[in-house]
């Protein structure tokens, strides 16, 4: 994130990023990516952003969490633009890859879900470096190599109640 950006967003000079400047940091987010959104589920994607990414609890995302953020927004949501899951269609998607049910998928079934979302919206990726690239940056958010659904649903749906 540039200095002009992070000032934007960090409109108390605090020097890290809180709750209510994340929120307006993914409103302009998803405004770009013609996301629709309501308050209800920007408070709920502040909540899981800060979830995923405030390393040490305290609230808030300093320069160095959102930089783990940033890589996130630009190779996936952007370039996984045409791709609009209904949250149905992910449903079944996630559930097919969590061959053991256990509520989360690993490196190995993202995979999979990976290459069938590009194959199915016929995306021209290059297998070996588009790809590898799409899962590190999506990897990057995972719990010690686990993706929860939320996460990826956050990531992926259209019409994410979140």
């Known amino acids: 994130m540039s200095a002009a950006a992070w000032r934007r967003y960090d409109t108390d000079r605090s020097g890290y990023i809180e709750s209510n400047e994340l929120k307006g940091f993914l409103s302009d987010l998803l405004k ?3 996301r629709n959104y309501d308050d209800k589920k920007l408070n709920e994607y502040t909540q899981t952003i800060l979830r995923m990414f405030d390393l040490n609890g305290d609230g ?3 320069l160095s969490e959102m930089a783990r953020l940033l890589p996130v ?5 952007l370039k996984f633009e045409g791709i609009r899951l209904k949250v149905k269609e992910f449903d079944s998607l996630f559930t097919f890859y969590d061959k053991d049910g256990n509520g989360y998928i690993d490196e ?4 999979g879900l990976l290459k069938d979302l590009c194959d199915k919206n016929k995306m021209d990726v290059d297998p070996s470096k588009g790809l590898v690239d799409y899962k590190r940056s999506i990897m990057a958010l995972s719990d010690g190599g686990k993706l929860y659904r939320t996460e990826l649903e956050i ?3 259209q019409d994410s109640p979140l």
């Open 108 to 111: 190995q079934e993202l995979d």
């Open 32 to 34: 770009k990516a013609n």
């Open 155 to 157: 990531l992926l749906c």
């Open 60 to 62: 808030k995302l300093g």
């Open 73 to 77: 927004q630009e190779n996936f949501l």
